[in-house]
């Protein structure tokens, strides 16, 4: 499984974009990225995937360069509400495997939003 | 529709004794991961049910856990006996067959004391 890297914590204001970077230099060809949101006493959350170039939902979008080597998750103008670890993951997504996968967690980024 | 639910959301033992945790998938979610973080580190995978079979128990620590899933609806994971070490927080996630999203129940919290 790739190994994941992204910066310990991030502070930001509300109303502020935020751009959370993750490297994961030896991504396989196969492997899928994916975010996760924790907030205290919950479990973690799904907030977006993708495999290549960029991806956009409601709650936030993904870049990926054309090497894989690593993604940024984007967080539109956040709110207090936003302030929560983040996860990036590396691995097998789509269910590939056709029975689901288990997930790798790093130590993610403690984001906190001031006001 | 109800998300995953566990129980107890917080349990106290003392070393020796024998919790057993609880987890009720979203209903037809045939995948079942139990995952848990002990000691403020990282959330570890422990192990995955497909329906009521075990698809991967690679990361259960030892002998003293037991989990099961039968029927293939909620799953029940055993510590027996607890030891200081198992203190820590066990999340259980389910999601539908070929779907690599998991849904994330709130947590127990075990304390051995």
């Known amino acids: 499984l790739a190994k994941t890297t992204q910066p310990i914590s991030m502070d930001s204001y509300e109303g502020q974009e935020v751009n959370i970077t993750c490297s994961h230099n030896?991504?396989?060809?196969?492997?899928?990225i994916t975010w996760y949101q924790q907030f205290p006493s919950q479990g973690p959350r799904f907030i977006i995937q993708?495999?290549?170039t960029k991806v956009t939902n409601e709650v936030a979008s993904l870049f990926i360069p054309a090497d894989r080597k690593s993604s940024t998750l984007s967080l539109p103008r956040v709110s207090l509400s936003d302030t929560a670890v983040y996860y990036c993951l590396v691995g097998e997504g789509k269910g590939l495997t056709g029975g689901g996968n288990k997930l790798t967690f790093g130590t993610g980024t403690q984001l906190k939003v001031e006001l | 529709e109800a998300g995953v639910t566990q129980f107890p959301s917080h349990s106290v033992i003392e070393k020796g004794q024998t919790v057993t945790l609880r987890c009720d998938p979203i209903s037809g979610h045939d995948n079942l991961y139990w995952y848990r973080r002990v000691m403020g580190k990282e959330i570890k995978f422990l192990l995955h049910?497909?329906?009521?079979?075990?698809?991967?128990e690679s990361g259960m620590p030892n002998n003293r856990f037991l989990a099961e899933r039968t029927g293939g609806t909620y799953s029940t994971l055993k510590v027996q006996p607890a030891e200081l070490e198992d203190s820590g927080v066990y999340f259980c996630?389910?999601?539908?067959?070929?779907?690599?999203?998991?849904?994330f129940g709130p947590g127990t919290r075990l304390t051995v004391t």
């Open positions: 030896n991504i396989a060809t196969n492997d899928y």
């Open positions: 049910f497909v329906k009521e079979s075990k698809q991967d």
């Open positions: 996630a389910s999601s539908p067959l070929a779907q690599s999203e998991q849904y």
């Open positions: 993708g495999y290549k």
